[in-house]
T-cell receptor, first 111, second 116 residues
Framework: GQQVMQIPQYQHVQEGEDFTTYCNSS?????IQWYKQRPGGHPVFLIQ?????EVKKQKRLTFQFGEAKKNSSLHITATQTTDVGTYFC???????????FGKGTLLTVNP | DAGVIQSPRHEVTEMGQEVTLRCKPI?????LFWYRQTMMRGLELLIY????????DSGMPEDRFSAKMPNASFSTLKIQPSEPRDSAVYFC??????????????FGPGTRLTVL
């Protein structure tokens, strides 16, 4: 897979505020996977998006795949301190194994 | 399931020494990956094994790095001789390789390597 551009690189919020991170690609993506890495931890798989316009929810997390499959977003409603970490979107298409991780978005939450 | 197991969790060594990192993938997973993570370069894929065979080692930095997978339940990443710029967190990951597209990768806790 190709490396996907992700913004912002850093985001600091007050607990209770919403948070969104965006991924963009210049070419059409096959699939997008999202991972979360807590400080000092390891990447943990969150979700995979496959279909154009797909929206998936996990409690306070909402994942979207753009209609053109060139962008994706992760939105967290009412952030909590447990949401702290780096969120990576990863292009998981093009082969059946290669994930190319970008820089991710580091989220910090002020209690 | 115990998840991916890596050892040691921390390693501090001196420049020039040999370092061996170990990984036990999740039982039944056919694919194994070694990654390196640094602040500057992020998370980089070093090598990928499928059914114990190295498929893609294009990410291995140089000849000082070597990786083996003698059986389905064990892999090693060796650095000889080690250099300070090798200091990083090394992750091992495995995936089930269901053949239905790109599989979820399950990461181990990592080995934090410091080369003095």
């Amino acid at each position: 897979g190709q490396q996907v551009m992700q913004i912002p690189q850093y985001q600091h919020v007050q607990e209770g505020e919403d948070f969104t991170t965006y991924c963009n690609s210049s070419t059409t993506l096959s699939n997008i996977q999202w991972y979360k890495q807590r400080p000092g931890g390891h990447p943990v798989f969150l979700i995979q998006l496959v279909k154009s316009g797909e929206v998936k929810k996990q409690k306070r997390l909402t994942f979207q795949f753009g209609e053109a499959k060139k962008n994706s977003s992760l939105h967290i409603t009412a952030t909590q301190t447990t949401d702290v970490g780096t969120y990576f979107c990863v292009d998981s298409g093009g082969s059946n194994y290669k994930l190319t991780f970008g820089k991710g978005t580091l989220l910090t939450v002020n209690p | 399931d115990a998840g991916v197991i890596q050892s040691p969790r921390h390693e501090v060594t001196e420049m020039g020494q040999e370092v061996t990192l170990r990984c036990k993938p999740i039982s039944g997973h056919n694919s194994l990956f070694w990654y390196r993570q640094t602040m500057m370069r992020g998370l980089e894929l070093l090598i990928y094994f499928n059914n114990n065979v190295p498929i893609d080692d294009s990410g291995m930095p140089e000849d000082r790095f070597s990786a083996k997978m003698p059986n389905a339940s064990f892999s090693t990443l060796k650095i000889q001789p080690s250099e300070p710029r090798d200091s990083a967190v090394y992750f091992c990951a495995s995936s089930p390789d269901t053949g239905g597209g790109t599989d979820t990768q399950y990461f181990g806790p990592g080995t934090r390597l410091t080369v003095l």
